[in-house]
């Protein structure tokens, strides 16, 4: 186990030796607030789109389920008529210029893992920008009439409208410290500011605040090379596997896996780490099976037995109801205001 994996263990499990660390958590998170008030004061300029944006975020350190909402709202704005767009930053990628426009072609070395993913779920435009307002701008330009922002929350320099929060059900807030005491990037009370919080999986530590119940479930295996769907049952691929994953949070995917009746050895890798032959030099030769996020990395070099596992976000229809609601009202106020 690295150094990293063994301080979110920590961190989530509230071991007693990063108590030496709080005071400078509480640092932590004194500068954090003192930022938001510069913005919130204008004393650091916020550029506000002419359209509608929804900031998917998270308070905690680690992979919360993001992206599946992500993918899920962009699914859900086209069927009820809009023209969405995503921003995101492009963490792991280094492109030649920005803003970046990925489209499902895109070297990863380039875009990123993530947006990489999310231009080949969705189909729709996904600009990559550190600088997320001329992300959000180069967006508008291309048409779109809503802005998904992928892991804005703590982006201030990007106006929102609607802020969606996602909460591990299985880890919620840890510790409840800021960093490097805890997993949190802000206070707990951060929480009491958005407009949702959407827990993902059954919430296993109480909440002081009421959410929105997200599932992730398992919709069909993708031979990697071919691109060929299977249904998960019969499993596609002989047991014992190699499963991997280079995610935030690896061990909700090899639950999701058990879960399938895949058994095999699973490896557990750094939050985007770059892939390339040497990454499945596993022993014994086995079936690979890795996630949607890892596969946009090694579509040219992976082995022949790689397998995919897709997931798509489901959730309730109270919360689709509230979602149409709030851009109705923000679509005609900006009819008035136009």
């Excluded at 691109?227 to 061990?251: E, K, M």
Aim: with cysteine.
């Amino acid at each position: 186990m690295s150094l990293a994996q063994r301080w979110i263990k920590a961190a989530y499990g509230g071991s007693n030796w990063l108590v030496p660390l709080y005071p400078l958590g509480n640092l932590y998170r004194y500068l954090m607030g003192r930022r938001a008030q510069c913005y919130r004061e204008g004393n650091k300029p916020v550029w506000q789109a002419p359209v509608p944006v929804i900031v998917v975020g998270n308070i905690t350190l680690g992979g919360t389920g993001k992206s599946p909402l992500v993918a899920w709202l962009s699914r859900w704005l086209v069927q009820q008529g809009f023209s969405p767009g995503i921003v995101t930053r492009g963490y792991g990628g280094k492109a030649p210029h920005y803003p970046l426009l990925v489209t499902p072609s895109t070297d990863p070395a380039h875009s990123g893992d993530e947006p990489l993913m999310l231009a080949q779920q969705t189909g729709v435009p996904v600009v990559a920008d550190p600088q997320r307002a001329r992300g959000a701008e180069r967006l508008v330009q291309q048409g779109c009439d809503v802005l998904i922002s992928d892991d804005g929350l703590q982006h201030l320099a990007l106006g929102r409208d609607i802020e969606l929060v996602v909460i591990d059900g299985a880890r919620g807030l840890g510790n409840q410290r800021c960093l490097p005491a805890g997993p949190l990037r802000e206070a707990p009370g951060r929480l009491a500011s958005v407009d949702a919080v959407i827990v993902n999986g059954a919430l296993q530590r109480p909440l002081e605040i009421s959410s929105v119940a997200m599932q992730l479930v398992p919709q069909r295996w993708r031979q990697l090379p071919t691109g060929q769907h299977y249904p998960l049952q019969p499993l596609p691929f002989a047991l014992p596997v190699h499963g991997l994953a280079g995610i935030g949070n690896p061990q909700r995917f090899f639950n999701t896996l058990r879960e399938l009746g895949v058994e095999g050895e699973m490896h557990p890798l750094a939050d985007h780490q770059p892939f390339d032959e040497h990454t499945f030099q596993f022993m014994p030769p086995r079936p690979i099976i890795m996630t949607a996020k890892d596969a946009v990395k090694c579509q040219a070099f992976a082995p022949s037995d790689s397998w995919v596992l897709e997931v798509e976000a489901q959730l309730p229809q109270a919360f689709e109801d509230w979602l149409a609601n709030k851009l109705s009202v923000l679509t005609q106020r900006g009819c008035t205001d136009g």
